[in-house]
Structure formats: structure tokens, C-alpha cells
């Protein structure tokens, strides 16, 4: 069964930073992009960032809306997504998800992790 | 950044009526290799996304054939053939062409 776990989320002030996780089982993590979405209290979903598998690089693909602030890696061997946030404002408070890109879109999806921005 | 517009934003429905749900895009997502990257999502109140269709028409597993997927070029549609209760929640089209992939407002399905 393909599982996806994100963690690290929680409070943070203005200007810090956070980084995240998202534990991947059940298929062949290196053969996959992954995704960061985002989705902030009451609003719709945002696609933030994307890191290519090992094939493409791991190149790393990011919205405007945190491009210089936010960086996604990866640890093949650990099977394991990252997503370090840095000067974060409260636009930035949202639940996060990772999700595994097949076809373009993610077809599994994590249950996400509430980052909460504020002094 | 492609713009994806869905409507109805609101969709009261019947139970055991259809349901329609229209995503519009204001470039083609048709891409060089013949797929068109167009996908549809469901979110269940509390829960993660889930998608349900890909590539305007093909249903991910698991999905219940009561739903349908169509459409071409920058005009595309998600069918509910008879709703049932368990279809409550919020609908996104996503386009995962251009990058940043971008999803459409979300069309909530309640129940009359």
C-alpha cells in the first residue's frame, strides 16, 4: 500500500523557519517526482514545489509565491521528502502535503501538516 | 501561470440526481506527447485531496464508475452520474502541464 507521512509541522514565528517531512512506503521512491502542496485554513489547494526523480536530476521546481524562501530535497536511500521553509510570513500558514506525481497530477497523497505562522 | 476556472463554485444536488462540473483553461493543456494533463480531485470534509481522474478521462483505481471525465483542448467536465451521499465535499480540476501545476477554485457538492 503506498503511504505517505509528512511531519515537522507546528507554530513558528515571523521570519523563521521549518523544515518538513514526508516518509514514502509501499512503492519505489527514487523512481518518482514528488510535490509539495499546500492549502491554507478555508482556501483551495496550491502547488508549491517539485523535485524530479534521480533519472532528471533531482531538479527542484518551485511557485513563485516561495521561490528563493522555501527548498525541497530528497534522501533516496531513507525514502524520504524534505521541504525546508525559511522567512516565513503568515501567508505561509497552511496544512502541507506531499504527494507522488504520476501523469502529471499527484495520485497518492499525505495527510498532511499544519504550519502555523505567528507571533 | 495557466488559470483554471471552474464552475458552478456551489452545486446542490439530489441525492441519486447527476451532477456537473465545468473547468475551463486559459491556455491548451494538450501536451507534445498526445496526453492532455488535466486531472479532477475530490476532498472530503477533514480529509486530504484524492484524485480521481487523469488525463481528462481516466479513472484512477478505486474510483466508482458513477464518475466521468471529459473534454478537450481548454474546456473539460466532471460527470457524477447519480449522487450519493459520500460525494459530499469540494471538487479541483488541475491542469499538470505548465509549472507551477495550478488547480481551478473548487466547486463544493452539498446535498439539497
Known amino acids: 500500500e503506498v503511504q505517505l507521512v509528512e511531519s515537522g509541522g507546528g507554530l513558528v514565528q515571523p521570519g523563521g523557519s521549518l523544515r518538513l517531512s514526508c516518509a514514502a512506503s509501499?512503492?519505489?521512491?527514487?523512481?518518482?517526482?514528488m510535490d509539495w502542496v499546500r492549502q491554507a485554513p478555508g482556501k483551495g489547494l496550491e502547488w508549491i514545489g517539485r523535485?524530479?526523480?534521480?533519472?532528471?536530476?533531482?531538479?527542484?521546481e518551485y511557485a513563485a509565491s516561495v521561490r528563493g524562501r522555501f527548498t525541497i530535497s530528497r534522501d533516496d536511500s531513507k525514502r524520504t521528502l524534505y521541504l525546508q521553509m525559511n522567512s516565513l510570513n503568515s501567508e505561509d500558514t497552511a496544512v502541507y502535503f506531499c504527494?507522488?506525481?504520476?501523469?502529471?497530477?499527484?495520485?497518492?497523497w499525505g495527510q498532511g501538516t499544519l504550519v502555523t505562522v505567528s507571533s | 501561470d495557466v488559470v483554471m476556472t471552474q464552475s458552478p463554485l456551489s452545486l446542490p444536488v439530489t441525492l441519486g440526481q447527476p451532477a456537473s462540473i465545468s473547468c475551463r483553461s486559459s491556455?491548451?493543456?494538450?501536451?507534445?506527447?498526445?496526453?492532455?494533463?488535466l486531472s479532477w480531485f475530490q476532498q472530503r470534509p477533514g480529509q486530504s485531496p484524492r484524485r480521481l481522474i487523469y488525463?481528462?478521462?481516466k479513472r484512477d483505481s478505486g474510483v466508482p464508475d458513477r464518475f466521468s471525465g471529459s473534454g478537450s483542448g481548454t474546456d473539460f467536465t466532471l460527470k457524477i452520474s447519480k449522487v450519493e451521499a459520500e460525494d459530499v465535499g469540494v471538487y479541483y480540476c488541475?491542469?499538470?502541464?505548465?509549472?507551477?501545476?495550478?488547480f481551478g477554485q473548487g466547486t463544493k457538492l452539498e446535498i439539497k
Open positions: 523535485i524530479r526523480n534521480k533519472a532528471n536530476n533531482h531538479i527542484a
Open positions: 488541475m491542469q499538470g502541464i505548465n509549472w507551477p501545476y495550478t
Open positions: 491556455q491548451s493543456v494538450v501536451h507534445r506527447d498526445g496526453n492532455t494533463y
Open positions: 488525463w481528462v478521462s
Open positions: 504527494t507522488r506525481d504520476s501523469y502529471g497530477s499527484g495520485d497518492a
Open positions: 509501499g512503492f519505489t521512491f527514487s523512481d518518482y517526482y
